[in-house]
T-cell receptor
């Protein structure tokens, strides 16, 4: 079956711009989570959605937002980009989070 | 605050050697997961351990969950170059919902 699909794979944006990243989970998975990965901080939790409802939110500024659609596809948005937002953004889906997630290949965002 | 501490941070060994990676916390976890990540890709789930004291084997990999469910270890027997990658432990502290906390990872290099 198809895995978790993230688009785009690579993105270069300028400081101050905004960006939207997309994630299509495995069919039947209703839980979708987003993570930011940087060399210094590792993987940090952004937010988790289940059936279109945000169940958990990590410790990130309000510039980071997300949503989930009725077909479980999810998007995350970062507004007013900063250089420090450069990272690999990973999306993961699950039937039930405690049992493990399937990750996408990520979107590599570079802010210049 | 890093809830999960992994050690060692880096490990470089020769093919055929054994190794152990540790994942420690002061928090109790309902379950812990181990992932392996290769450069430019998302983490891939290796195993989920749920019961305190549980031992799970995956070919040459042995995973153990501590009795108090605060720590875990990954032991690789007779490492091979294909084992090279970043090993991550992850879990959600009991009662915290579905926000996975990740350790910073152990970067393993196995040379022929």
């Amino acid at each position: 079956k198809a895995g978790v699909t993230q688009t785009p794979r690579y993105l270069i944006k300028t400081r101050g711009q905004q960006v939207t990243l997309s994630c299509s989970p495995i069919s039947g998975h209703r839980s979708v989570s987003w993570y930011q990965q940087t060399p210094g901080q590792g993987l940090q939790f952004l937010f988790e959605y289940f059936s279109e409802t945000q169940r958990n939110k990590g410790n990130f500024p309000g510039r980071f937002s997300g949503r989930q659609f009725s077909n479980s596809r999810s998007e995350m948005n970062v507004s007013t980009l900063e250089l420090g937002d450069s990272a690999l953004y990973l999306c993961a889906s699950s039937l039930g989070g405690q049992w493990g997630y399937t990750f996408g290949s990520g979107t590599r965002l570079t802010v210049v | 605050t890093q809830l999960l501490e992994q050690s060692p941070q880096f490990l470089s060994i020769q093919e055929g050697e054994n190794l152990t990676v540790y994942c420690n916390s002061s928090s109790v976890f309902s379950s812990l997961q181990w992932y392996r990540q290769e450069p430019g890709e998302g983490p891939v789930l290796l195993v989920t351990v749920v019961t305190g004291g549980e031992v799970k084997k995956l070919k040459r990999l042995t995973f153990q969950f501590g009795d108090a469910r605060k720590d875990s270890s990954l032991h690789i027997t007779a490492a091979q170059p294909g084992d090279t990658g970043l090993y991550l432990c992850a879990g959600a502290p009991q009662g915290s919902g579905y926000a996975l906390n990740f350790g910073k990872g152990t970067s393993l290099l196995v040379t022929p």
